[in-house]
């Protein structure tokens, strides 16, 4: 096989990153033909086409942003060799791309990256979308960990890796009540508007069968599939809210929000996906090590099973 060409290599990142081959072309003081006859040498050899055009703007292929990530390494690489040659330093960066699926609790991705949030040596890059576009990233090393609240398969084609990183109770969470008045579970359920995940979540479902075989008819305020929108009609309204207590794990603290009661066998899991690698990113394997207390973060984990244990002794 032919070495690859740098030169061409650092055309196609040049266009890559700018997303316009005339502006790249300008930066770069060569012509749009040249440029474009370097870029369409790379990718005869690699095979692939790395760009489709849409109108006046160039987007990159799924080859293309495997090629712009390894294109990102090999020139910080050269940077990285220039500083410590040249300046006597080294640039010990090391990156970690994470993509969370739109709807997860934002609290939850918090916590999950919280022991690299303030390293130096570190570059975090969170990409959110849904969890089809997400594999799809996964799947061509343009993300290195997908977090969901839904466990995938792996099949012949995807040899994905799913690993449950963390499991919490589901709560029911509204405005603080007056002092001493407990809410009444499950009677109180029918007499309160609820704030519900829809229809197609894991953990409607589960209510919606434990309501069916309660014989209890509940009052509907909103179906919510977002839990960043969850969080704030719960604030903000008086409707009583179904959701782990980490996506609210704030308003608890503070008191702006407070926790009824604690489901009894519905739980909301947490899962980490990776694709199977020679080798996995120490910063990802660190991550995946953790406790599960320590991934939900520890007070809210504490509320949580103190209040689980009130509601067993109470029933």
Not at 191 to 219: H, K, S, T, Y
Not at 250 to 266: K, N
């Amino acid at each position: 096989m032919a070495r690859l060409n740098f030169h061409h290599l650092h055309y196609f990142w040049a266009v890559a990153r700018e997303g316009h081959l005339t502006r790249a072309a300008g930066q770069l003081n060569v012509s749009q033909s040249a440029l474009s006859a370097q870029i369409k040498q790379l990718e005869d050899q690699l095979g692939r086409p790395l760009f489709t055009r849409q109108g006046r703007t160039l987007q990159l292929t799924e080859a293309g942003r495997v090629a712009l990530a390894y294109a990102d390494t090999i020139f910080a690489a050269g940077n990285e060799l220039v500083a410590t040659l040249r300046d006597g330093r080294r640039l010990e960066r090391q990156v970690l791309r994470i993509g969370a699926v739109a709807t997860l609790s934002r609290n939850f991705q918090e916590n999950f990256v919280r022991p690299l949030l303030q390293r130096a040596d570190v570059e975090l890059v969170l990409q959110s979308g849904s969890l089809t576009e997400l594999l799809a990233r996964l799947s061509v090393h343009t993300v290195d960990v997908v977090l969901s609240n839904s466990p995938v398969q792996a099949d012949v084609n995807h040899p994905w890796r799913c690993r449950r990183v963390a499991r919490q109770p589901i709560s029911l969470v509204g405005q603080p009540r007056p002092s001493g008045k407990a809410f009444r579970y499950p009677d109180e359920l029918a007499e309160v508007p609820l704030l519900l995940p829809g229809r197609d979540n894991e953990i409607r479902a589960g209510f919606d069968l434990m309501c069916e075989q309660a014989g209890l008819r509940c009052r509907v305020l909103a179906e919510v599939d977002d839990m960043a929108m969850m969080r704030l009609l719960a604030r903000d309204t008086d409707g009583v809210a179904l959701l782990p207590a980490v996506v609210v794990r704030d308003e608890l603290l503070s008191g702006a929000l407070q926790e009824y009661a604690v489901v009894p066998h519905l739980f909301e899991s947490f899962y980490a996906i990776t694709v199977q690698r020679h080798f996995e990113p120490p910063l990802l394997k660190a991550l995946l090590q953790r406790d599960e207390a320590d991934v939900l973060g520890k007070a809210v984990i504490a509320a949580g099973f103190e209040e689980a244990s009130t509601f067993q002794k109470i029933e």
